[in-house]
């Protein structure tokens, strides 16, 4: 916790990394490395971050059987079922934020920088806030 | 205790510690739950019983599953967050300011600006900014100007369900326009069955009819809202086999032909049954908007209420926002020396509610 605490906000600089609408709505974040970060973190080792948050969401947004089926059953049920039961999306995203959170621990807050779920922002950009004093 | 959906700025009305949400005026959607549920329980009150003794006891149970399918729907589509997305922070909006996202000068202000995307199938998107949700508009995202949100995949503002019609809630949409048609259509059905089956007992077609005159009621409201809701959903079922959505009909987004070349829509998956499985059954975001999270005194949301942008000048959003960002810095050094994300941390792990 000692090196978070110096990550106050007025240190920080914010940056955010936008969706890539280049293959539809899906969701998909932008996989180039951001020019703040120069010096900071590996290259390869961000990219690759992103690259992974991108293949749970690739998987959340994926027309497969299992959604199918659970969309049939919700409808059959007149949606109620939704009330009680997380869908294989929300699945997904609560395993990218874990993931964001693990990778914050092992890799991120070492280097002064601290990525948030990108459902903070409604999918639209990953927020990162770097420290600057380092 | 203040929860997130205290500070939206949207004008949606919230329900039950934000479990719910519908849009700003609900009138008319009261007006279509009582006259469902009056068509409904005038046919169960005087066809009912007279069918199930005629003909079969299977007649009023199929009618009461129709329509509790129907009011399930309607409420799961006025109560759902149809895809609200959320403002842009002041951080952000500083973000957008100083950095070339955009394909515009620096110079022009932000709203002024525009993002072009290029997309694998050769379309080019033009991605413009609101100036009230701060945000660059994703493709198929409209702000509805009476929820005062952007809402992704807007397909139309409804005022019989007085929510709006988007990503999220569209399929609920359509079931309840489906069950309805058929709701109407089988409620009109046994009415002329009952007239019928009651003139063969009776002298005359007139004696039937004063026998029943609430058949008669019910049979002229399915008849007038027959047309429309059938046609409105076979107007649907056509929508989502194309995959566009009603906002896009209407402009003609992907009718147009511009520079000569006829725009194709990018986001139809080229087949209609595949485009039908995709919109109705396909993968459901949930809420954006998290909206039962509790929000604490030194949470990066901006609580103060940003400004309207003015669209030609930018020099009220550079003096704004770094006042913005001060005010914010000295409430996080008076009131604490932790880790201001270490709370959004411990928000983040609990539970989400999803609507």
Known sequence: MEVTTRLTSEHSIKLFIQRDYSEGTAVKFQERFPAELEGKIDRGKFVDIIRHVNSIYAEAESLSCKAFMENCCACLTGYLLLLCMPTHYEKCVRRAAQYISEENDRTLTQNGIFMIDPMEKGLRCIEVCISSNR | MVKKWELIESKNRFYCDGRCLSGHDIGVFILAIVLISITSGLFFAFDCPYLTIRLSPAIPVFAAILFLCVICFIFRTACSDPGILPRGTSDEILYLERSNVTNSPHGVALPGRTIEVQMHTGHVLQLK????????????????????????????????????????????????????????????????????????????????????????????????????????????????CRSITTNEDIKHTWNSSRHGVTVKNPFSKGNGCVNCFSTLCGPLPPSFLNLRATVKADDHINRVKNEPMSTTNIEPIIQYQPEDNRRQNNNRMHSTTIHPYSDQKQNRRTPRDYI
């Open chain 2, 129 to 240: 900014f609101c100036s009230t949700c701060k945000v660059f508009r994703p493709p198929r995202v409209s702000h509805c100007s009476l929820c005062d949100a952007c809402i992704a995949n807007f397909d139309h503002h409804c005022p019989w369900v007085g929510n709006c019609v988007g990503l999220r809630n569209y399929r609920y949409f359509y079931s309840f326009l489906f069950s309805l048609s058929i709701l109407c259509l089988y409620i009109l059905s046994f009415n002329i069955t009952n007239l019928v089956l009651r003139s063969q007992d009776k002298p005359s077609f007139i004696d039937a009819i004063r026998d029943t005159p609430a058949t008669i009621v019910e049979a002229i409201i399915c008849f007038f809202s027959i047309w429309s809701i059938g046609g409105l959903c076979g107007y649907h079922t056509y929508l989502i």
